[in-house]
């Protein structure tokens, strides 16, 4: 695989009602790839402090395996993000996170989401339920995405600009928020809108 197969292009948008979009995902003939599934991130950072400020992801993901990500070099036009993307399956999440823990990374952020995952031709499309909302990822060439987006109806919805700490980061500034994780524990009992935050 060369470096350029490795390159991330998406876009994300704020789709409230994710039972909607399934709803046309299944209307154009898109195939379910992976049901709703709990996934849980641990974001780290090294004793520099270095990674989050130069743009860097090192991210160990927990759902029905486990995977180390590496994500670099974002760049965005028109809602939709391009970047370096290196990931490998673990074989034991806990021993990968005390590998890193042993490197001198610490977790700076754990994140919690439920996913579900369709194909549609080249294109993967997730659906995301976030401790503050819910979201639409279309990963393809961008060409596919643009249409994907008009073919289910997509345009009218937000494109969201950052990832989903970037956002969760904005939110806890905004309402003043304390907690380091993005869990839904943490959320519990919190009434977020989006559309009047971000």
Same mark, same amino acid.
């Given at each position: 695989?060369?470096?350029h197969?490795?390159r991330?292009?998406?876009?994300k948008?704020?789709?409230p009602?994710?039972?909607?979009?399934?709803?046309?995902l299944?209307?154009?003939?898109?195939?379910?790839?992976?049901?709703?599934?709990?996934?849980?991130?641990l974001?780290?950072?090294?004793?520099?402090?270095?990674?989050?400020?130069?743009?860097?992801?090192l991210?160990?993901?927990?759902?029905?395996?486990?995977?180390?990500?590496?994500?670099?070099?974002?760049?965005?036009?028109? %809602?939709? &993000?391009?970047?370096f =993307? /290196?990931?490998?399956?673990?074989s034991?999440?806990?021993?990968? $996170? @005390?590998? #890193?823990? *042993?490197?001198?990374?610490?977790?700076?952020?754990?994140?919690?989401?439920?996913?579900?995952?369709?194909?549609?031709g080249d294109?993967?499309?997730?659906?995301d339920?976030l401790p503050? %909302?819910? &979201?639409?990822?279309? =990963? /393809?060439?961008?060409g596919t995405?643009?249409?994907?987006?008009? $073919? @289910?109806? #997509?345009? *009218?919805?937000r494109?969201?600009?950052?990832?989903?700490?970037?956002?969760?980061?904005e939110?806890?500034?905004?309402?003043?928020?304390?907690m380091?994780?993005?869990?839904?524990?943490s959320?519990?009992?919190?009434?977020v809108d989006?559309?009047?935050?971000i």
């Amino acid at each position: 695989m060369t470096q350029h197969d490795m390159r991330e292009v998406e876009v994300k948008l704020h789709t409230p009602d994710l039972a909607q979009v399934q709803a046309a995902l299944e209307a154009a003939g898109a195939a379910l790839k992976s049901p709703r599934v709990f996934e849980r991130n641990l974001r780290y950072e090294n004793a520099a402090g270095t990674l989050t400020a130069g743009g860097i992801v090192l991210r160990l993901r927990q759902d029905e395996r486990a995977r180390l990500t590496y994500k670099s070099g974002e760049s965005s036009q028109d %809602g939709i &993000f391009r970047r370096f =993307e /290196a990931e490998v399956v673990v074989s034991d999440f806990e021993t990968m $996170d @005390l590998i #890193l823990r *042993r490197l001198g990374y610490t977790v700076a952020l754990i994140y919690e989401k439920f996913r579900t995952t369709y194909a549609l031709g080249d294109a993967e499309i997730v659906l995301d339920e976030l401790p503050y %909302g819910n &979201f639409t990822e279309i =990963e /393809a060439d961008e060409g596919t995405i643009e249409r994907i987006v008009d $073919d @289910l109806g #997509l345009a *009218r919805y937000r494109r969201m600009s950052g990832s989903y700490t970037d956002i969760f980061a904005e939110l806890k500034w905004k309402l003043g928020l304390a907690m380091r994780d993005c869990s839904f524990e943490s959320f519990a009992g919190l009434d977020v809108d989006l559309r009047d935050l971000i």
